[in-house]
């Protein structure tokens, strides 16, 4: 199951699309893994918003069969964080 824990590393950058510039963050996957080293990138908009919600995230595969996926892109998934 994944863990709430410590926030790794973060790191953020502006991205300019077709319609408008958006900051995007580098993020440690925080499925609590040992060993896991694999980062993510995720809009600093909706990094924060998961923050403000306890949700943590993963990369697609990191999850446990008893986490709850809130929300699933090809670049990371949001999970309700597990206290414990």
Do not use: K
């Amino acid at each position: 199951m994944a863990q709430q824990g410590a926030s790794r590393g973060v790191s953020t950058h502006t991205e300019r699309g077709a319609a408008e510039a958006v900051e995007v963050a580098r993020a440690s996957c925080e499925c609590g893994r040992p060993g896991c080293r694999e980062s993510l990138r995720i809009s600093l908009p909706t990094f924060e918003w998961a923050r403000t919600r306890g949700l943590i995230v993963l990369r697609p595969g990191h999850e446990f069969e008893d986490d709850t996926v809130v929300d699933r892109t090809t670049e990371f998934l949001l999970v309700r964080a597990r206290v414990g």
